[in-house]
T-cell receptor
């Protein structure tokens, strides 16, 4: 079936540090890939997306590249801010006609001033 | 414009009670989804509507869970005879029609259900 795997555990880092959150997926065909973010007390918001291989999604300084050869969609940001503290979810939308999103478990990111 | 809204935001139920959770999607959005998010986990798909038609209910965990969208707009997720394992955040999302194309799903703030 379709599934998403995110790296284990929370991520704690200092302001202006480089952030990477790993995401790999299993899917048939050519899924679309997403990163959603959940700020404290708020709902899930779309951060960025990529719909085909080698596409790069970007928003608010975050980037992720759809790598079909490694089935990955890692999230990166060059210089994090305290306001980036949130939970980040990787998700896929399969191309098999199934309209659901399949989510990873999420990663809590804490940015310390 | 207005986003997806859900009510109530918080619900406490005694085991065995029935609950009803409401979702108001973004106006004009044809597709509506319900997800269940357990503590510390990612959302898990429950069911999907296209207008008033429930096209996929394969994620509903038991026959105690029932969803409807009678007029193709507001949706209600009903849980009968609640159990402690039903405690979770229930998320509603809506999107433009997604037949053959991928449209962004916009999420509501969720309803946190606690079953005592």
């Amino acid at each position: 079936g379709n599934s998403v795997t995110q790296m284990e555990g929370p991520v704690t880092l200092s302001e202006e540090a480089f952030l990477t959150i790993n995401c790999t997926y299993t899917a048939t065909g050519y899924p679309s890939l997403f990163w959603y973010v959940q700020y404290p007390g708020e709902g899930l918001q779309l951060l960025l997306k990529a719909t085909k291989a080698d596409d790069k999604g970007s928003n608010k300084g975050f980037e992720a590249t759809y790598r079909k050869e490694t089935t990955s969609f890692h999230l990166e940001k060059g210089s994090v801010q305290v306001s980036d503290s949130a939970v980040y979810f990787c998700a896929l939308h399969a191309s098999d006609g199934n309209n659901r999103l399949a989510f990873g478990k999420g990663n809590q990111v804490v940015v310390i001033p | 414009g207005a986003g997806v809204s859900q009510s109530p935001r918080y619900k406490v139920a005694k085991r065995g009670q029935d609950v009803a959770l409401r979702c108001d999607p973004i106006s004009g959005h044809v597709s509506l989804f319900w997800y269940q998010q357990a503590l510390g986990q990612g959302p898990e798909f429950l069911t999907y509507f296209q207008n008033e038609a429930q096209l996929d209910k394969s994620g509903l965990p038991s026959d105690r869970f029932f969803a409807e969208r009678p007029e193709g707009s507001v949706s209600t997720l009903k849980i009968q005879r609640t159990q402690q394992e039903d405690s979770a955040v229930y998320l509603c999302a809506s999107s433009l029609y997604s037949g053959g194309a991928v449209y962004t799903q916009y999420f509501g703030p969720g309803t946190r259900l606690t079953v005592l």
